[in-house]
């Protein structure tokens, strides 16, 4: 993918050059900015997705302990843990 886009760069660079190339250089710029906006949508929606999946899983409860002598436990979102926070892992 990179190394088609890099291809695309070059080809579009040198038929911008008059003189050197025959081609009008839209013909090359046209599929380098389409593979770059397709890119550029893909990645954003794998993002997005990402960010959608990382809220879900910080919103998760977890019980973290309170008291290490009596073994007390509360209930917390995961994305209110701290460092230090000792955690109680059910199987």
């Keep these: ?3 088609a886009n890099f291809y695309f760069l070059l080809v579009a ?3 911008s050059i008059p003189g050197v190339s ?3 250089v839209w013909s090359t710029v046209t599929p380098l900015a389409f593979v770059l906006g397709v890119t550029a949508i893909k990645d954003g929606i794998d993002d997005y ?3 959608k999946n990382d809220r879900e899983q910080n919103r998760r409860q977890v019980e973290v302990l309170i ?3 009596s073994g007390e436990t509360r209930r917390t979102r995961w994305e209110d843990l701290q460092v230090g ?3 109680k892992v059910n199987e």
Excluded: D, L, N, W
């Design 1 to 3: 993918q990179k190394a």
């Design 22 to 24: 025959t081609i009008p």
């Design 49 to 51: 997705k990402r960010y």
């Design 67 to 69: 008291s290490g002598e």
């Design 85 to 87: 926070h000792v955690i």
């Design 13 to 15: 660079i040198v038929t």
